[in-house]
């Protein structure tokens, strides 16, 4: 955590590629496949990206219970109970690496 003489600071949310790509094409996949409109599926999506950013609060999640994530030393944070987002703490900031639907995702 960062500290400054006011208290603790906020941190720098990166995201990877990987989670952009993922997010537009759950945005795509609302519209085309679930028959969501363009607006409905925007507006999932931006809660995705607004949670994404409440990452750079201090305060830290647990390490991931998921195998492939827990190997790589990723904390997982889980939006709205189906989707979990893993990320890694760096010197001043946090990076997303990846998300998934949590039904698929294999302990």
Avoid at 42 to 69: E, I, N, T
Avoid at 83 to 102: K, L, Q
Wanted: proline letters at 3%.
């Amino acid at each position: 955590m960062l500290e400054s003489k006011n208290g603790p600071t906020m941190r720098k949310v990166l995201l990877s590629g990987r989670v952009w790509d993922k997010i537009s094409e759950l945005e795509l996949f609302l519209k085309e496949d679930l028959k969501f409109s363009k607006e409905a599926a925007r507006k999932r999506s931006d809660r995705m990206r607004v949670f994404l950013k409440s990452l750079s609060a201090p305060v830290d999640h647990p390490l991931c219970r998921f195998k492939k994530w827990q190997l790589l030393g990723y904390r997982c944070a889980v939006f709205e109970k189906s989707w979990v987002f893993a990320y890694e703490i760096v010197n001043g900031g946090v990076i997303v690496r990846d998300m998934s639907n949590v039904a698929l995702l294999i302990e």
